[in-house]
């Protein structure tokens, strides 16, 4: 079997979005002015990104049996991802409590709840049944730790490329970084990770270091409006990034990592694959809401061949 398809191992959580022109004070009430439910989590919206990337796409997590339930579900399987290894368990659907102001930026109280019932043996499991037609695992942090750990062992075990969103951020034992081909933090995951200050291209290239030394096949520390660094055991190169009006930045990382994991189960070139990860994550931050700003493949190409493939360089 052609092994092109991407497997996401993690979260899957109804998130529900206020929108206000800022962020209240501690105690104070202000009025928002939308709302939105929708299906959300870390991993489903990696799962989203890769199947409008045009990836054949499995989800393996837990949901609840609760009102949020159908929701959930239903999301999924309009994108038509395969959800055969969901588990429905007693008790509700994990939660993402989010808040957008008028710049963009958000602040999220994530509520694992189901998520929090995933076991090492359930993705073992599903990983194993998946292998023939599995390029890549996508992968976060907003399950257990012990079954994240367990299903980058795993795919690695069975030559499968593990692309680690390291999100949040957690304490992970060294040996993990050896079974990731390629992980994907953000400015703040890499510092929190890292435990060097990330605000330019110059400490995230030392970032992106850390993790090569560390065993990791490729960094990438994304930077939102300053583009990314990539790094490899040959060095670090700096990507320029695609012009975009932010209006809600959740889920750009997940619009990131899904692309790139979809690009690489198709046998794409790195190089292309980054850069069509990176117009994803721009792409993203212009739509509010979370699994709505996902992009879809041909929006995607539009973007590039708008601005042109965004230049690199070399970084010192």
Request: hydrophobic letters at 45%; glycine letters at 12%; charged letters at 15%.
């Amino acid at each position: 079997m052609n092994a092109s398809g991407v497997l996401v191992v993690g979260s899957i959580t109804a998130d529900l979005t206020a929108f206000g022109s800022r962020m209240p004070s501690p105690g104070e009430t202000i009025l928002g002015n939308d709302f939105t439910l929708v299906l959300g989590g870390k991993g489903a919206n990696q799962a989203i990104s890769a199947a409008r990337a045009g990836a054949a796409t499995s989800m393996v997590g837990c949901v609840g049996d609760d009102l949020f339930q159908d929701v959930v579900l239903d999301g999924l399987r309009r994108e038509g991802i395969e959800t055969a290894h969901v588990a429905v368990i007693p008790g509700p659907t994990g939660v993402a409590h989010i808040r957008v102001d008028a710049a963009g930026e958000n602040d999220i109280v994530m509520v694992p709840l189901a998520n929090g019932h995933l076991t090492e043996e359930t993705v073992e499991a599903a990983i194993e049944q998946a292998r023939d037609g599995t390029g890549v695992l996508l992968l976060q942090l907003e399950i257990p730790l012990p079954a994240a750990v367990h299903a980058a062992r795993t795919a690695h075990r069975l030559g499968i490329t593990v692309v680690l969103d390291p999100a949040p951020a957690a304490v992970l034992d060294e040996d993990v970084w050896a079974y990731a081909d390629i992980v994907t933090p953000n400015e703040s995951e890499a510092s929190a990770l890292t435990g060097i200050e990330v605000t330019d291209p110059a400490s995230a290239r030392a970032a992106a270091g850390w993790f090569i030394e560390r065993g990791v096949g490729r960094a990438v520390v994304t930077m939102g409006g300053q583009g990314a660094i990539s790094a490899d055991e040959h060095g670090c190169t700096e990507h320029l990034p695609y012009p975009a009006e932010a209006v809600d930045t959740t889920a750009a990382g997940d619009a990131f990592a899904g692309t790139l994991g979809a690009g690489l189960a198709a046998g794409t070139p790195w190089e292309t694959a980054l850069q069509r990860a990176m117009a994803a994550g721009a792409l993203a931050v212009t739509v509010p809401g979370a699994s709505p700003s996902l992009p879809r493949a041909a929006e995607i190409t539009a973007l590039i061949e708008k601005h042109g493939q965004q230049e690199t360089a070399d970084a010192q």
